[in-house]
């Protein structure tokens, strides 16, 4: 997209205005998922990492949906549907430019989903946890491969700002569970828990 639609760098503002989205998030989904206050505090220094960061950033427009269930694979490759973006966010906001890495953590979230939903009946099969672990950094690793050949950037290294964006949507995935399948909720915190740095 961002050969053909607009791309501006990112300013230092913006790295505040994401950690601050961030963080209001997590402060409004503690509320609807008490259990998020365990990785409160360490979500809430990952976030601040990200308003001190000065990762270059070069804005464009985003899928702003991106997950497994938003692409095909067909004999030639890989296709990409529904670029409408998160609908419950406005449209003013799905046509707001932003990072990239936004996308690559919702499928990189997308992968520990396809993972670990096989153990939401079976949370204590050790063989089932491991190969699941295994199928997900796999896949992980395959996906950041051939996104970094594809776009020379590497979007998969130490990223402060990839971490924040996948722990960000896990805090929105545990509201959505919470919501519509509480016994799923196991999937967004079992992450979380990776992502505050509390394992």
Not at 155 to 161: D, Y
Request: with cysteine; hydrophobic share 40%; net charge negative.
């Amino acid at each position: 997209m961002a050969k053909v639609l607009p791309t501006e760098p990112a300013g230092e503002d913006w790295y505040a205005a994401v950690a601050t989205q961030m963080t209001e998030r997590l402060t409004a989904a503690t509320e609807v998922v008490p259990q998020l206050a365990e990785h409160a505090e360490g979500l809430r220094r990952l976030y601040a990492a990200v308003a001190d960061s000065r990762e270059p950033v070069v804005r464009q427009r985003v899928h702003g949906d991106l997950h497994l269930g938003q692409v095909l694979r067909t004999a030639t490759g890989w296709i990409l549907l529904d670029f409408e973006g998160e609908p419950a966010r406005p449209l003013s906001e799905r046509r707001t430019l932003d990072s990239p890495l936004r996308d690559v953590a919702g499928m990189l979230r997308s992968f520990d989903y396809a993972a670990r939903h096989m153990l939401v009946e079976q949370p204590d099969d050790a063989q089932r946890a491991y190969r699941a672990q295994e199928w997900a950094a796999r896949n992980r690793a395959a996906f950041c491969t051939g996104y970094s050949e594809a776009s020379g950037l590497d979007p998969c290294g130490e990223s402060p700002l990839l971490r924040a964006f996948e722990a960000d949507k896990a805090v929105y995935e545990c509201v959505y569970e919470a919501r519509n399948r509480p016994h799923w909720l196991m999937i967004p915190l079992n992450s979380l828990a990776r992502l505050a740095g509390r394992d």
